[in-house]
């Protein structure tokens, strides 16, 4: 897809999302939607052979697929309805499985779990997500496979200790083939991090223990296009990807207010977000 293609394709998720989080009555609804420009662009433009095998489950199950798949690990597990909608797009999840969401029964939870078709691991427990990719970047080498592995990780996640471990053995096994993200909306449910646990120093941190890392602007879907396009996956490092995002990013009530961290929208908000996204959506379908 173009970006513009891209563009369009986010906006309609992001009404898809709204409205699925509305029906619930529950959902991580800001980091959500700071984080979809990223996911939309991941599944659509960079990740290669990411397709539901044939056929998807229909009750749960994996339906990976193609066993050359790039793999995608959302550490930040909270937001798994930016993934859901995500997946419902590509095909892994059919919309009558995605409108159970937060009713009884059903087997979309509230974090990822590999019930769900299309998702690689049950994650959620903030600061496990890296390593995880860590072990299956490692596995791909030990292969000698050429499919990559993505973790999407929080910025309040990076509080976590667990991560520069994981940051550590990326670097001592050279791995080029692993791309770590971190959606820096700067909120997290506390307030800013940089109140909670100051993290301002990303770039240096991360670049000292011998990563790549590169800044990004991921309310931008071109400079996102343009960024993982660029990625030098023979360079010998693990990559970093500082993704600059807006906490609630295209429903301007919300944007950059921590309340949206896991506020619950009522009738007149949903019907307000909606308006505003169809909006662009009839801007970008010209």
């Known amino acids: 897809m ?49 397709e539901p095998g044939n056929p998807v489950p229909e009750h749960g199950g994996r339906g990976m697929g193609n066993p050359e798949r790039d793999r995608f690990v959302l550490s930040k597990g909270h937001c798994v309805e930016a993934l859901y909608v995500t997946l419902e797009a590509k095909g892994f999840l059919a919309p009558e499985v995605l409108d159970t969401l937060g009713k009884f029964g059903s087997v979309l939870s509230g974090h990822p779990t590999i019930e769900v078709p299309g998702i690689e691991v049950n994650s959620g427990a903030l600061g496990h997500g890296l390593s995880i990719g860590v072990g299956m970047a490692i596995a791909a080498k030990m292969d000698k496979k050429q499919w990559k592995t993505y973790v999407l990780m929080g910025d309040g996640e990076q509080g976590e200790g667990s991560i520069y471990e994981a940051a550590m053995a990326g670097n001592r096994y050279h791995l080029d083939n692993l791309v770590a993200i971190i959606d820096r ?19 240096e941190r991360w670049s000292a223990f011998g990563w790549d890392v590169i800044q990004m602007n991921g309310d931008s879907m071109e400079d996102i296009v343009k960024t993982f396009d660029a990625i030098d996956y023979a360079n010998g490092k693990p990559h970093l990807l500082v993704s600059e995002t807006t906490k609630g990013k295209g429903v301007s009530f919300m944007e950059g207010i921590a309340k949206w961290h896991h506020g619950v929208l009522n009738e007149e908000q949903c019907k307000a977000a909606v308006k505003e996204i169809e909006g662009r959506i009839a801007s970008l379908s010209k």
Not at 8 to 20: D, I, S, W, Y
Not at 186 to 203: A, F, K, W, Y
């Open 185 to 203: 909306n700067h909120l997290q449910i506390s307030g800013n991090t940089e109140d909670v646990m100051p993290i301002d120093s990303i770039r």
């Open 2 to 50: 173009n970006v513009k293609e891209l563009e369009l394709l986010a906006e309609k998720n992001r009404k898809r999302l709204v409205e699925v989080v509305y029906a619930a009555k529950a959902g991580h609804i800001g980091g959500d939607l700071s984080c979809l420009n990223v996911m939309t662009a991941l599944y659509f433009h960079v990740m290669k052979n990411a």
